[in-house]
């Protein structure tokens, strides 16, 4: 039996040349270097048994009926899921996978940690201030950031990701460690001296907080309102999981008002939108505070090859009637 794939997107090239090699696969890849639009999908994923979707597609019922009752497996190329209904997905029968993997963690590690740097050392706004021209003589109250040196840093969330954030401030930098997550991770607290708290606590106690959790109906609006009243005025907030686990609104209040310091964002509400406030709509861009990156936490050369090997790995798992390694449902 053939089994027709569509690539929702073109994607780094390993795990599609893995594919390709399989003589039972028939691949198209949607050819432009764009999302791809919402009809185009519907008509595009008709007759496909295996959809390969990124995280801007909602893979929802529209698409599951468009694509007909032969589709049998969505392998999404993200370690989140959120843009899948999986309970629609589950009620059909459909296998849904993702791609978690140790580079990923790695790589979103690794810029959690530059996204701190950037807001406690000032980087972006140094960077702007010296392209400015504006540098004209040392000054020893210039740009006056924070050290990392003796600081507490509060994860909430300590899967891979969040686990590799904190092992690398706590070899590196020596800071201190709050964790919150659903159960304690007595790995992470061995290797790390890492104290679990509850949320509030560790807003309350940390001057970097940053976020690791799933997308979830529990996990929507973790943050608001009430939240940032709880953080340290000098505090930091990051998120380079899912843009509504936090809530934009209160954010720019909280950064307004000077609830907190500042913070760095890989992900937004409203994404790809920056703010999600028509009235409103450069808010975040303006503030001096506030360092943004374009969902770019994952996006190195080997990362993204390995995101699409693990991918493919998923597909091929399946063809063989074999469970697939990173089946989420
Ligand atoms: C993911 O994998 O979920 C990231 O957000 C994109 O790599």
């Avoid at 810029?111 to 000032?122: E, G, K, P, S, V």
């Avoid at 991770?185 to 790390?192: F, H, I, R, S």
Wanted: proline share 4%; hydrophobic share 40%; net charge positive.
């Amino acid at each position: 039996m053939m089994y027709n794939i569509f690539v929702t997107r073109d994607i780094p090239d390993e795990g599609l040349k893995m594919l390709r090699a399989n003589k039972r696969v028939r691949l198209e890849v949607y050819e432009k270097d764009r999302a791809i639009p919402r009809r185009e999908l519907l008509r595009r994923v008709r007759g496909a048994d295996i959809i390969l979707s990124i995280l801007t597609e909602r893979m929802d019922a529209a698409v599951f009926n468009a694509a007909g009752s032969q589709l049998k497996m969505v392998a999404n190329y993200a370690v989140g899921f959120d843009n899948v209904d999986l309970t629609e997905a589950k009620r059909r029968g459909i296998v849904v996978t993702n791609t978690p993997g140790a580079l990923i963690s790695e790589s979103v590690a690794e810029h959690t940690i530059a996204l701190m740097f950037a807001l406690a050392h000032r980087i972006c706004e140094g960077d702007r201030y010296t392209r400015a021209g504006k540098y004209k003589a040392w000054g020893p109250k210039l740009l006056l950031g924070t050290d990392f040196f003796g600081k507490t840093v509060g994860i909430i969330g300590t899967g891979r990701i969040g686990a590799g954030v904190v092992k690398r401030l706590h070899d590196g930098f020596n800071m201190h460690i709050l964790y919150n997550d659903l159960q304690r991770n007595p790995e992470l607290e061995q290797a790390t001296n890492a104290k679990y708290r509850t949320l509030n606590d560790v807003l309350a106690q940390s001057d970097f907080v940053s976020l690791h959790v799933p997308l979830l109906p529990s996990t929507h609006h973790l943050i608001g309102a009430k939240q940032f009243k709880m953080m340290k005025p000098t505090a930091f907030l990051v998120n380079t999981a899912r843009g509504p686990i936090v809530d934009e609104t209160a954010l720019l209040r909280a950064l307004r008002d000077k609830k907190i310091a500042g913070a760095g964002l890989d992900v937004y509400e409203c994404e790809p939108l920056i703010d999600c406030h028509p009235r409103d709509a450069l808010a975040l861009r303006r503030m001096h505070n506030v360092v943004l990156t374009p969902h770019t936490a994952s996006a190195t050369e080997q990362t993204r090859q390995e995101m699409s090997r693990i991918a493919a790995k998923n597909i091929l798992a399946f063809l063989q009637n074999k469970q697939p390694p990173n089946a989420v449902i």
